[in-house]
């Protein structure tokens, strides 16, 4: 193994990317009872710890003490490998998300993104479309018509949402003209609309921030979508059989995926890591000037502010999913496969061929 | 760099491995899964030939031929769905008579 | 180092390939030819087109295979019987077979490459530009046919699959139960 600093820069992140994203879960589980509870206006679990911030680790360990069911009957190599590989493809996706731009450090110079390909965005929707697997593996070996009849219609709805969410991102990313997902946030950064508001395509395209926005609900089997999962339907769906360690591992995994769309969707349509009006490396100079935090230098001050922002929107979006799944009703399904091709899928074409035609014109 | 025939050889092998389950297995859909086997193999080739040669020609093949097997997959599966709901079985050595 | 990636790569392809062709469970065909594909995915890689690796992954393991899990969830196709096809005339011919052709392809390909010095891969001539140049102008035919293949393939596909509407329905095809005479 030849650790050349781009490899240990490239280890260096992804331990980062790894920590936050291994940190979502806990986080999430105690968000998602505590959120909910505010707008139901009734106190969430306030028992562990200040605000119940250490439900997470009550929920962990009750999962870990839990019996670890074999069905009779199950395939019990595929039984195991459906959660892991559902927890495992989710875990792949950040590889190509940038949290900050050039920086130098130690005297190198790198970007900040783990893998810099001009196929970025390829490889993204590539080891996302990874995770269909764990939800039908998951309904097939099982050894039950529900968990079959759950891992098929979610893995079903889980392949046609990503058609609507791949054209809406290739419309996102025409401005940039580039796959590669720093190139986007650059593009983001340096442009001005109205005199005011960043260049960030939501603005530009709303119409394919909706289209993305209702994709990744459907993606990530959150309400409105959740009925392979949800707890009056089918049981529980494919997950039925699963208890213990190997349930919070589905949980992990739709938490992360929640998670990594959520920091694509910042990165493509609110300019990722950057805040407007804010420079990056400035940014980076004020942090080196701090007193404890300082010791890190300009070039990591850089990456710190950049990764916080990345988070910080992320997590707004995480409140959104966490809000729209106490708002609104779910869709039976086949008014959700409906939804899917019969709406989503023309609305992003249609936005597709508006930003190729304005991109085109040049105003974009 | 690793030599080119290496790649040749490996895609060959495999090649062959694909040939093997489509010629013994009984299953159709087995079946299937070897000629997709093959069908890589070809396309491991492509690249190789394209990257002795420079030329992205290679690689405009496989895009194509990614195409046209997932079309060929979609026909051939829409096909066992029905054969199967004709016949009640896959297995391609009761699939002897040439009508419904 | 790049030896090491090299055998990982093809070690898994090979092994998974044979377990395709072995194994009884067709998920478990599926699931090994998803490995084969995506170790192909990563020689891919390693010959310099990273966007045949990814549309590798993307449309082949991601969205093909998973059309075959479905068929076979939905016809619930059961183990394979094989007591009477190991070591029968069929096996062991298609396996002489298999190695005789294997040893002509890898004497062919061995002979003629063995020694071939490759350029070094010029970071242009596979880039994004040059793919979407060849894709949208050199081969702008075969694309704009490849989307017609598929709007041929989803209409055949749908219409073959389709149950058939009721017994008075003229393209209707009787079923014929086994053994039953017609």
């Known amino acids: 193994m030849v650790f050349t600093p781009s490899v240990i820069a490239a280890l260096a992140m992804t331990g980062l990317w790894m920590f936050a994203l291994i940190n979502v879960t806990p986080i999430m589980l105690w968000l998602e009872r505590r959120a909910p509870a505010f707008m139901q206006d009734r106190l969430g679990p306030n028992r562990l710890g200040p605000l119940g911030l250490f439900q997470a680790i009550a929920d962990v360990l009750k999962f870990i003490f839990k019996e670890d069911v074999n069905p009779a009957g199950a395939d019990k190599v595929l039984f195991l490998l459906a959660p892991t590989i559902g927890f495992v493809a989710s875990l792949l996706t950040y590889l190509v998300i940038p949290f900050g731009p050039e920086v130098t450090v130690a005297g190198h110079t790198f970007p900040l993104v783990v893998i810099d390909s001009d196929a970025g965005m390829l490889l993204f929707l590539a080891l996302s479309s990874l995770g269909v697997y764990g939800l039908v593996l998951a309904g097939y070996s099982s050894n039950n018509k529900w968990s079959m009849m759950g891992g098929i219609r979610a893995s079903a709805q889980m392949v046609s949402y990503e058609l609507a969410l791949t054209i809406a991102v290739v419309a996102a990313l025409i401005p940039a003209g580039s796959l590669n997902l720093s190139r986007v946030v650059e593009h983001q950064i340096a442009g001005n609309l109205l005199g005011f508001l960043p260049a960030w395509n939501v603005f530009t395209q709303p119409l394919g921030f909706l289209v993305f926005l209702v994709a990744a609900f459907a993606e990530t089997n959150r309400t409105p979508f959740d009925l392979p999962e949800a707890e009056s339907e089918l049981v529980a769906g494919y997950h039925t059989e699963y208890g213990g360690l190997r349930m919070a591992l589905f949980y992990m995994g739709e938490y992360q995926s929640m998670a990594i769309l959520s920091a694509l969707g910042a990165t493509l349509f609110f300019g990722g890591w950057s805040l407007p009006g804010v420079d990056a490396a400035a940014a980076g100079a004020w942090i080196a000037g701090l007193p404890l935090i300082g010791a890190i230098g300009p070039g990591l001050g850089t990456a710190l502010f950049g990764f916080s922002v990345l988070i910080v929107k992320t997590y707004i979006a995480l409140f959104g999913f966490i809000w729209v799944r106490w708002t609104f009703p779910r869709f039976r399904y086949d008014q959700l496969m409906r939804l899917g091709w019969k709406v989503l899928l023309p609305l992003a074409l249609l936005n597709f061929v508006v930003v190729a035609a304005l991109a085109v014109a040049g105003k974009i | 760099m690793i030599p080119i025939a290496w790649y040749l050889v490996l895609a060959s092998v495999l090649f062959c491995i694909g040939a093997f389950g489509a010629l013994t297995r009984r299953s159709g859909i087995a079946i299937f899964l070897s000629i997709e086997l093959m069908l890589n193999a070809a396309n491991l080739t492509l690249v190789a030939y394209s990257r002795i040669h420079g030329d992205s020609a290679g690689q405009m093949f496989v895009f194509f031929a990614l195409a046209v097997a997932a079309a060929e997959a979609a026909v051939g599966l829409g096909l066992f769905i029905s054969i199967y709901r004709l016949r009640h079985t896959i297995d391609v050595n009761r699939l002897n008579r040439l009508r419904w | ?182």
């Open chain 3, 1 to 182: 180092m790049l030896l090491t990636v090299f055998a990982l790569f093809a070690g898994v392809a090979l092994v998974s390939a044979i377990v395709v062709v072995l194994h009884r469970n067709p998920v478990v065909s599926t699931m090994s030819l998803v490995v084969t594909l995506v170790a192909t995915a990563g020689l891919f890689i390693m010959l310099g087109s990273p966007f045949l690796a990814a549309l590798q992954i993307l449309l082949y393991t991601g969205a093909i295979l998973v059309l075959f899990l479905f068929v076979i969830m939905l016809l619930n196709v059961q183990r394979e019987r094989t007591t009477t096809t190991r070591m029968s005339g069929m096996f062991i011919g298609a396996g002489i077979c298999a190695l005789v052709f294997a040893g002509a392809l890898v004497r062919l390909f061995w002979s003629a490459y063995a020694d071939t010095a490759v350029k070094p891969l010029d970071p242009e001539a596979f880039s994004l530009v040059s793919v979407a140049r060849d894709l949208f102008a050199t081969y702008l035919l075969p694309f704009e046919m490849i989307g017609l293949l598929l709007l041929v393939a989803v209409v055949a596909a749908s219409w073959v699959a389709k149950k058939p509407e009721s017994a008075d329905d003229p393209d209707a095809i009787e079923v014929v139960k086994q053994g039953e005479p017609r």
